[in-house]
Structures are given as C-alpha cells and as structure tokens.
C-alpha cells in the first residue's frame, strides 16, 4: 500500500502563484511516474501535469502549459506543482497519483489517468478572481 499526502492548497487571488506537494510513503516499490490531476463537482477529471521518475520528462494539460511547473526531489519521493499567474478556473481539488507499476514509453501516457495505481486524498485550491 502506498499513501501520498497532497499539501500546499488554499485560497489565492487570481495572478498569484501556489507550489503543491505531494509525498508519497517510502515502502519496498519503484516509482515511474507521478501525475497531478484536478477536478471540480460535475466535471471530469482533467490531467494537469505528469513527470516520469526514470528521466525528469514531463507533460502537461493544453491549459496549464506555461504557467505550471512539474518537478520530483528523488530522495524525499515528492512531487511539486508549482502554479503560477493563476486564473479563477483553475479553482478545483487537485489530487497527485502514482505509478509503480510499469514504465511509461511515451510521455503522452502521463496523462492517462488509468496509468496510476495510487491517488492521494486531494487538496482544495481556490482562486478568487
């Protein structure tokens, strides 16, 4: 079992910046991937960015590209989002996810959600216009 423990949410003014954190509890497991994800109630899921453990690449969703940043720290197992000029529709729960499954080729696959294998609880950002 893997927990991932999501900090760093919280209410914003539009045009400001917000870093997320994600940690993911050590046990005996490989990580490949991680990913963040977001959703607001009656929405789908929509992917915000993914980084691949084995080589730092990343992706992106069309909508964050360029004012969110992705990074890992390897030896904290820990994901950031850095989010920054952000926008009132970027108000929903962003939850982190982990593969320790499988490797991904393409780095398209980072946006599948259906690549992970852990979620965390989510943390709630707002961002107020």
């Known amino acids: 079992q893997v927990q991932l423990v999501e900090s760093g949410g919280g209410l914003v003014q539009a045009g400001l910046s917000l870093r997320l954190s994600c940690a993911a509890s050590r046990r005996t497991f490989s990580t490949y991937a991680m990913g963040w994800f977001r959703q607001t109630p009656g929405k789908e899921r929509e992917f915000v960015a993914g980084i691949r453990w084995g080589d730092s690449s990343t992706y992106y969703g069309d909508s964050v590209k360029g004012r969110f940043t992705i990074s890992r720290d390897n030896a904290k197992n820990t994901v950031y989002l850095q989010m920054n000029s952000l926008k009132p529709e970027d108000t929903a729960i962003y939850y982190c996810?982990?593969?320790?499954?499988?490797?991904?080729?393409?780095?398209?696959?980072?946006?599948?959600?259906?690549?992970?294998?852990?979620w965390g609880q989510g943390t709630q950002v707002t961002v107020s216009s």
């Open positions: 996810a982990v593969d320790v499954s499988r490797p991904l080729l393409l780095t398209t696959g980072l946006s599948r959600g259906y690549n992970y294998d852990y």
